[in-house]
């Protein structure tokens, strides 16, 4: 069974996307798989609970679906950093309590386990008046499974990529890859840019993954439009 965190260099660098490719690709290659999202901020309400558009397509292309709250323990209804959408809830989160509510969907046994994070690395869970800063690396850190970094292209995010990658290997995890994922339809010197950011990664043996176009408009549940963002990846190792 492989486990994998993604993460992105920022929020909308396309790590849903991303993921939910991932997850299609694994599928296809006859994998079982699971896809989970810890903590969703920007929910709507249906059927009295809060849900949210990243767990649902990560929901749709797991093998097994299961109740809601287990691809989602955390959903909060603002569209906003987690730490304050949770403070509007009036609740505080924590590493020790996501991994305490995380635990069935930890517990799922598929042979490819995907979890998503949240915006990027360092993103906040709590803003620390009950103790020290928290934030979604510390969660992932005691997860401790390898990690995709998403990078979404546009002006900037060669800063972001290497800050991450750099976090990434301070915090000692495994990179087992990377993804150039085109979110701008016409960025200039795109190419240059990823063919900085390749000879960087590669320097720092951390495999690319694929080089994801821009897909104007892509509907993530259409599996033929998927299919071409699946096309562009490979499936990461294991460690
Ligand atoms: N290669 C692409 N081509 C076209 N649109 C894209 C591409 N990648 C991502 N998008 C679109 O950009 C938006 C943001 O992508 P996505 O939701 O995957 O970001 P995210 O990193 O998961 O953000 P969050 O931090 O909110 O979880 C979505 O509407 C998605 O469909
Ligand atoms: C609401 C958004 N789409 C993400 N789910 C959360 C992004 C949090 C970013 C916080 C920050 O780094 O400033
Ligand atoms: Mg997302």
């Known amino acids: 069974m492989a486990r994998f965190f993604v993460t992105g260099t920022d929020t909308d660098a396309g790590k849903t996307l991303i993921s939910a490719a991932l997850l299609f690709k694994a599928r296809q290659q006859g994998l079982s798989t699971f896809g989970l999202k810890p903590v ?32 989602n323990p955390i959903a909060l209804p603002a569209a906003i950093a987690p730490h304050i959408a949770a403070a509007q809830q009036q609740q505080t989160l924590s590493v020790s309590q996501l991994l305490s509510v995380c635990q069935p969907s930890l ?19 709590n803003d620390g008046t009950q103790g020290t800063i928290e934030t979604l690396a510390d969660f992932a850190i005691r997860l401790d499974v390898p990690v995709v970094l998403v990078v979404g292209l546009k002006l900037g995010a060669i800063n972001h990529a290497l800050l991450t990658a750099q976090m990434l290997m301070a915090h000692q995890r495994s990179v087992v890859g990377w993804v150039a994922n085109a979110i701008q339809p016409d960025m200039q010197v795109q190419t240059e840019n990823i063919q900085f950011l390749r000879r960087w990664f590669a320097q720092n043996n951390i495999p690319c993954l694929g080089e994801v176009p821009h897909c104007a408009g892509i509907d993530a549940y259409d599996e033929q439009q998927l299919a071409k963002v699946a096309e562009a990846l490979s499936l990461p190792a294991d460690r």
């Open 107 to 125: 517990a799922v046994e598929a042979d490819f386990h995907l979890t998503e994070g949240a915006g990027g690395w360092l993103v906040p869970l």
């Open 40 to 71: 969703a901020a920007g929910c709507e309400r249906h059927q009295g609970q809060w849900c949210n558009d990243d767990a649902k397509l990560l929901r749709y292309y797991s093998s097994q679906q299961h109740a809601y709250h287990v691809h």
